[in-house]
């Protein structure tokens, strides 16, 4: 996707020692394509929209979820990107607007098909079910059997040189 004179992915390249800037141009982007700005955690209508996704979510089985098309469409899964990489950064430089980004990464993703950041979009998702305390309904979304979840989430930590200690990885298989 052509934005202006750069790509959403050459704005993540450029800026990765940038992170703030990043976030910005990537919310500029996102604009750009018809995206609203994200809204903070503490936004009851966010917080509506996240239950109703989580309903949507626990109404489907995991079959279902993992058997959903295949997105082709070069923009949309451009776009599902550009969020992972924003919600990666927002972790550690504005948490409360992660859910926001989760919520609209798993919009994409069950609207238009599976891409390749969806799992993350599934596990982004279920961080942000866990934490407003539907512990079991945000477990789901990370089990391994859900788009084999953990194993892309093993690779993007790896991608990103984190490197998780295998005893964490083996208890959190263990716990769910």
């Known amino acids: 996707m052509r934005v202006g004179l750069i790509t959403a992915a050459e704005v993540i390249g450029i800026q990765r020692n940038r992170p703030v800037e990043s976030i910005e141009n990537s919310f500029a982007i996102l604009a750009q394509c018809g995206d ?6 503490g936004d ?8 109703r996704m989580n309903y949507v979510l626990q109404s489907m089985p995991d079959d279902m979820i993992c058997s959903m098309q295949e997105n082709n469409d070069a923009n949309m899964n451009t776009r599902v ?3 992972a990489n924003l919600a990666y950064k927002l ?20 609207k238009t098909g ?4 969806s799992p993350l ?12 305390g ?32 295998l005893h964490n990885r083996e208890a959190g298989t263990q716990t769910g």
């Open 44 to 51: 009851e209508s966010l917080r509506t929209d996240i239950e």
């Open 114 to 117: 599976l891409s390749a950041k």
């Open 36 to 41: 609203d700005a994200p809204r903070s955690i």
């Open 134 to 165: 539907r512990i079991n309904d945000g477990c789901r979304l990370g089990e391994s059997r859900t788009c084999e979840i953990s194993i892309c989430i093993l690779s993007f930590y790896t991608h990103n040189n984190v490197q998780p200690s």
């Open 121 to 132: 979009a599934f596990a982004h998702f279920g961080g942000v079910v866990v934490t407003a």
């Open 81 to 83: 990107s550009l969020y």
């Open 91 to 110: 972790q550690y430089f504005q948490p409360w607007l992660l859910g926001s980004v989760s919520l609209r990464m798993v919009e994409l993703t069950v």
